[in-house]
């Protein structure tokens, strides 16, 4: 083999090693959305956090008036919040308070049950995935 060539074969070589090597890199950092999903805050806070809320208006065919609008909280869900796009920060420290009960107010025994779930699945850092991905939800 000519010594050009030799040197393009390792290169090439080395190009295929990082490229196999690099996505294994990205797969380290926890993925917040699939977290989100992972960690059934799905269930109570709603598809990016955007909470358990009504996909469109309804008007009472005869009034004419509302009976919900789009946005509105499915019944049962009234005082579960929404999350997206809220503070970074304030939503992983509100994460800490209710699983450490340090916040026991409204609904949040609610979110306390799945405590036990979360100290078994989810790491810190997961946790701030989390709340860094549902901060960037628009
Ligand atoms: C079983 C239902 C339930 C699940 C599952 C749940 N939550 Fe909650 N969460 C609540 C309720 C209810 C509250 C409101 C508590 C209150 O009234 O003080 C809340 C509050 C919060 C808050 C504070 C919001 C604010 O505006 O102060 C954050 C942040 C939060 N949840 C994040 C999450 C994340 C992240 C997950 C998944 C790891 C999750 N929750 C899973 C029910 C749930």
Do not use: W
Request: hydrophobic share 35%; with cysteine; charged share 25%.
């Amino acid at each position: 083999m000519k010594k050009s060539t030799y040197l393009i074969t390792s290169l090439l070589g080395i190009l295929a090693m990082i490229s196999v090597a690099a996505p294994s890199f990205a797969a380290d950092a926890p993925d917040g959305k699939a977290l989100y999903v992972k960690l059934t805050c799905i269930g109570c806070h709603g598809p990016e956090g955007k909470g358990m809320v009504r996909k469109r208006d309804r008007k009472d065919k005869k009034t004419g008036e509302y009976k919900y609008r789009k946005g509105d909280p499915m019944p049962g869900f009234e005082a579960y919040p929404k999350l997206a796009g809220q503070n970074e920060v304030y939503l992983y420290n509100q994460m800490q308070d209710i699983f450490s009960g340090k916040r026991s107010n409204g609904l949040s025994a609610a979110m306390l049950g799945i405590k036990t779930f979360i100290d078994s699945t989810a790491s810190d850092e997961d946790l701030r995935a989390v709340a860094k991905y549902l901060s960037q939800v628009r």
